[in-house]
């Protein structure tokens, strides 16, 4: 997968161009398209990676392309992938286990 090519503004990111990547786990792509706004790597100035584009995407959209339902794990295990792709073991690792629990732990506590 190639890097995004993104313009940073403040502590935000704009994605210059559109990309898909296809889940080689789901057969499913997801497309990010150009104009996107991410926060990056949340918590992290790994910005490097294509995994935090498409994580974000299917947060914001909860749907792969097709339209068809992605849920938070699934989502999670995305970024896994592309993380592992990219040669990056132990990233892929504790991002997934790290947004998992992130995930859990806002939805528990956002209603307190």
């Given at each position: 997968m190639k890097k995004v090519k993104y313009i940073k503004k403040g502590d935000l990111y704009i994605c210059s161009e559109e990309f898909t990547y296809l889940s080689s786990r789901y057969n499913k792509a997801i497309t990010v398209?150009?104009?996107?706004?991410?926060?990056?790597?949340?918590?992290?100035?790994?910005?490097?990676?294509?995994?935090?584009?498409?994580?974000?995407?299917?947060?914001?959209?909860?749907v792969f392309d097709d339209g068809s339902t992605c849920s938070i794990i699934e989502s999670n295990l995305v970024l896994h992938d592309i993380l592992k792709d990219e040669g990056?073991?132990?990233?892929?690792?504790?991002?997934?286990?790290?947004?998992?629990?992130?995930?859990y732990t806002y939805e528990l506590t956002k209603n307190l």
């Open positions: 398209r150009g104009g996107f706004i991410s926060d990056g790597a949340t918590l992290a100035k790994d910005i490097s990676s294509d995994a935090w584009w498409v994580h974000d995407v299917l947060c914001s959209r909860g990056r073991w132990f990233r892929c690792k504790t991002w997934f286990i790290g947004t998992t629990i992130g995930r």
